[in-house]
């Protein structure tokens, strides 16, 4: 069964290609045979190809621009042919799996693609104005390119998030907004269920018995209280600006700022701009939105870089302490993403709040860059996990599982 995965967003294009002897589902995550990117904002005009083989081939090359769809299809033709080959034909790919960043309230499960799926895809557009119409069109690129009759699902990016109790969800705001579509939706779902059943295994527990923590830190940030499998409560909300202190987001903030702004004069698109792309590591450091260099700063004596980072802690501590309050307790906290499982200074900072609850970690296990593995000490009674999110693997999953239901006879 080989499967291609599109992850597609504004700026970026991540692809890869999974195949498996039989359709059932691996207890851990393949490599894939083939991996793309398509970087569209590496000049202008000019998108940037890079591609890799399970067998360590590597093909870069700048492509100037006419559409997207031109530069997907260049893209995986480098699946069946050149240095990069991996099958002899596109037609032996058995289906597509898209992330697709939002599914409204409709959608709380992955989904067989059809035109009303598309429809939907397009109309929650309104939610996610950057990633849903290039998710859409990576969709659109897969029927030109292999035709309609290809199997595509989508992976809802909020779809994990989709169950959680009605007083995670709703804004404290006049209740017709909620009717409207207001509410706490959630995102990084993929993300968080993938740490969360690879935290289970790790843990050789039952899933359904766990109270996890769950921390995406990454340029976007985010948190989930996962209960018996499921979120039951995360920091981003309506939007991805919501939660905790991002790279160049806000998170979190007294919405008088944005009245107080605007009684200054500045516009909707002005204020769009300092929250989401002018705030965060970059906004308060000055220097950048990337961890490493802002910790490059702190080393050399910058205080606005090290209050950045003091800001970041204080806020990853009091949200982490709020979803343990949820959870009503919890047994493992798990980092992931590019902060999360690289900056052992964060994690160690971030789990010396909660030594009151017996919590300790292993400094030798989280200095060693470690990878889906446990560096709580053995008599810690909160474990502590840094997992290797897999989202490209997750969505590979859904579509064996939605390809096998679709081939159950009725």
């Known amino acids: 069964m080989e499967i291609l995965v599109l992850n597609a ?75 990069t080959k991996v099958i002899d034909s596109l037609a032996e790919i058995d289906c597509v799996g898209h992330r697709v960043v939002h599914g409204g309230d409709k959608y709380h499960d992955s989904t067989l693609i059809t035109k009303e799926v598309k429809d939907a895809i397009a109309d929650f557009a309104k939610f996610a104005p950057v990633h849903n119409p ?44 909620y009717e409207h579509g207001i509410r706490r939706y959630g995102f990084h779902g993929i993300s968080h269920q993938y740490v969360s059943q690879r935290a289970a295994q790790i843990l050789d527990k039952d899933l359904t018995s766990l109270k996890l923590v769950t921390c995406h830190l990454g340029n976007g940030c985010s948190l989930a209280a996962v209960k018996n499998g499921y979120s039951i409560d995360t920091t981003m909300g309506f939007t ?10 806000s998170g979190d903030t007294d919405p008088g700022i944005i009245i107080d702004l605007l009684r200054r004069g500045h516009t909707g698109e002005q204020i769009d701009d300092i929250f989401n792309r002018r705030s965060g590591f970059l906004g308060l450091s000055g220097i950048s939105a990337d961890m490493r260099k802002i910790e490059e700063a702190i080393g050399q004596g910058n205080s606005r870089a090290k209050l950045a980072y003091d800001v970041y802690i204080h806020i990853l501590r009091s949200f982490i302490g709020a979803m343990i309050a949820t959870l009503e307790g919890v047994d493992a906290i798990v980092f992931t993403a590019g902060v999360g499982e690289n900056a052992a200074n964060v994690r160690a900072d971030v789990c010396t709040s909660f030594a009151f609850l017996g919590l300790k970690i292993d400094e030798e296990k989280n200095n060693h860059r470690p990878v889906d593995r ?37």
């Open 240 to 249: 991805p600006t919501a939660g905790l202190m991002m790279g160049t987001r």
């Open 134 to 177: 290039a998710n859409l069109e990576g969709i659109v690129a897969i029927e030109h390119i292999l035709g309609e009759k290809v199997t595509q699902v989508a992976v809802f990016d909020t779809a994990f998030h989709a169950q959680m109790p009605e007083a995670a969800i709703v804004y404290p705001l006049p209740y017709e907004f």
């Open 9 to 83: 967003g504004s700026s970026s294009q991540k692809s890869c290609l999974y195949s498996l002897k039989e359709d059932a589902i691996p207890l851990h995550p393949p490599a894939p045979l083939w991996e793309a990117q398509i970087d569209w904002t590496h000049h202008q005009g000019v998108a940037e190809l890079k591609v890799k083989t399970i067998n360590g081939v590597v093909f870069q090359e700048e492509l100037n621009t006419q559409s997207r769809l031109e530069t997907v299809e260049y893209m995986l033709q480098t699946l069946q042919q050149g240095e």
């Open 374 to 410: 446990d560096i709580s000490t053995p008599d810690s009674p909160i474990k502590v996990l840094v997992i290797h999110t897999q989202e490209d693997w997750a969505i590979a999953q859904e579509c064996i599982r939605l390809t096998q239901l679709s081939t159950v006879p009725s």
